[in-house]
């Protein structure tokens, strides 16, 4: 098993409800050697009127074959207008 790793990446999304695009990304950022984004579909994915938000590899096509990686990860969605509708996820994903 891997070493855990406590690292924090924060993606501020401006002007977030006049987004015209459906799906959107985070910058790249790196994790133990293995570079992730967070895509987000703020109308949702699938289900309208929910904000869908997604850890996700680059290039997955191109890595090596076998390439695993277990990932345990929180993500935090603020609210700045309200902090009670604020929202917390805690996941645990294969890749």
């Known amino acids: ?3 855990e790793v406590d690292k ?9 409800s ?3 695009s459906e799906k959107i990304f985070s ?6 050697g293995c570079k992730w984004y967070i895509s987000a579909y703020h109308k949702g994915y699938k289900v309208d009127n929910f904000l869908s938000l997604y850890l996700e ?3 997955y096509g191109s890595l090596p ?3 695993r990686r277990h990932a345990r990860y929180r993500l935090i969605v603020v ?17």
């Open 65 to 67: 074959s076998g390439w």
């Open 1 to 3: 098993m891997e070493k």
């Open 27 to 32: 910058d790249k950022f790196v994790v133990s």
């Open 8 to 16: 924090k990446f924060t993606w501020v999304i401006k002007d977030f």
């Open 57 to 59: 590899v680059p290039d």
């Open 18 to 20: 006049s987004l015209q």
């Open 79 to 95: 609210n700045q207008r309200s902090e009670k509708l604020s929202r917390q996820l805690d996941n645990i994903s294969s890749y």
